[in-house]
């Protein structure tokens, strides 16, 4: 999980939020679990319980100073963005925020799913299906595509910052952690950061970052999830480098046992060096692999033909499956 630091430039944050600053003590208010949720290297994310309303929230208190640098503009950055994200339901909500003299914390929707890295773990691999997949990329990519509507990249699309509203059985995509987010316009973030396996080729030669940066970690992402294994990691960085500019991926049968051939299509269109020819949200949400589960139009006419107007609309929105086995 190593990660390449960088030093961003604050134009592309957002400075304004809405959301009230509380200043009284979360635990007034909250019940706070000891034991830890998660926890990054500027952070620590705890569950607790509001004690007005008993429901659970994810509490992630955020050091304002790191390494002797005021870091609040980040935060508030952070808070812009989930706002702006405050209606999509593929990204965490933010429910109330507080600040200490040294700490801001933000009250967050509690995931009980916890990271979607679980699902990758290699003696879970076998039990999540390529149709499970398919139903949770669509969330992440619905979600990210929203990001992308409203001109901010993620940055750093992960296992651990895709987490689940349950696990068992998986239950809904909620996309978390914007530290790292950025906001697209004048500004050009030319900055090596993120996680290294995640990192895509652009990033590395420090070219502009655009939205497709974000689209090339879903990708990454996608491969795990099919394959149990990380597509570029090497046994250091350096060599995960080499393998990231070099496109240097396994797509061999034996890797791909049991995955369908348009599901390593879908890879293969997101997994492309150049940013401009690699694909966007909106390709991959139009993508056949994403829709396998959908009636196909010819049977979609014969239902047209046998069923009633509202048949055919409750197919169109996956409910009913036309049953052929094409
Ligand atoms: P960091 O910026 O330090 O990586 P994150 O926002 O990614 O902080 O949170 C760290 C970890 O805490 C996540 O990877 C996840 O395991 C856990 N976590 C974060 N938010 C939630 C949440 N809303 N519900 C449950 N777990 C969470
Ligand atoms: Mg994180």
Redesign the pocket.
């Known amino acids: 999980r190593s990660k390449v630091e960088g030093n961003y430039p604050v134009d592309c944050l957002y400075t304004t939020i809405h959301t009230p600053i509380k200043t009284e003590k979360l635990h007034h208010l909250y019940l706070v679990d000891t034991g830890l949720?998660?926890?990054?290297?500027?952070?620590v994310?705890r569950r607790c319980t509001e004690k007005a309303t008993g429901r659970e929230f994810?509490a992630?208190f955020l050091k304002k100073r790191r390494r002797g640098k005021d870091c609040r503009a980040e935060i508030i950055h952070e808070i812009a963005v989930l706002e702006m994200a405050k209606s999509h339901p593929h990204i965490?909500d933010l429910h109330e925020v507080y600040e200490t003299s040294n700490e801001m914390i933000l009250v967050?929707?509690?995931?009980a799913g916890?990271?979607m890295f679980s699902l990758c773990a290699p003696d879970k691999n076998d039990n999540i299906s390529e149709r499970q997949i398919i139903r949770l990329l669509r969330q992440i990519i619905e979600g990210v595509k929203f990001l992308h509507e409203n001109h901010v990249v993620h940055l750093d699309l992960k296992l651990?910052?895709i987490?689940l509203s349950s696990l068992e059985p998986p239950g809904d995509i909620?996309i978390?952690?914007f530290?790292m987010s950025r906001k697209l316009g004048n500004c050009e973030i030319r900055e090596i950061m993120g996680t290294t396996e995640y990192l895509a080729p652009e990033v590395l030669n420090y070219e502009p970052i655009t939205t497709s940066t974000d689209i090339w970690s879903i990708g990454v992402i996608c491969y795990m999830l099919l394959t149990g294994e990380s597509p570029f990691a090497g046994i250091d960085n350096q060599e995960t480098y080499l393998n990231i500019s070099q496109l240097n991926v396994d797509y061999s049968e034996e890797t791909f046992a049991s995955v369908s051939q348009d599901a390593v299509d879908f890879i293969k269109s997101i997994l492309v060096k150049n940013p401009q020819d690699r694909a966007t949200a909106e390709d991959c949400l139009a993508h056949p692999w994403l829709h396998q589960d959908e009636p196909h139009l010819s049977c979609l006419q014969s239902l047209y033909n046998t069923h009633s107007e509202e048949n055919v609309n409750r197919s169109n929105n996956f409910k009913l499956k036309c049953g052929c086995n094409k």
């Not at 949720?37 to 952070?43: D, E, K, M, N, S």
């Open positions: 949720l998660g926890r990054g290297r500027f952070a994310v994810a992630k965490v967050l929707e509690y995931a916890g990271e651990q910052n987490l909620k978390v952690d530290g």
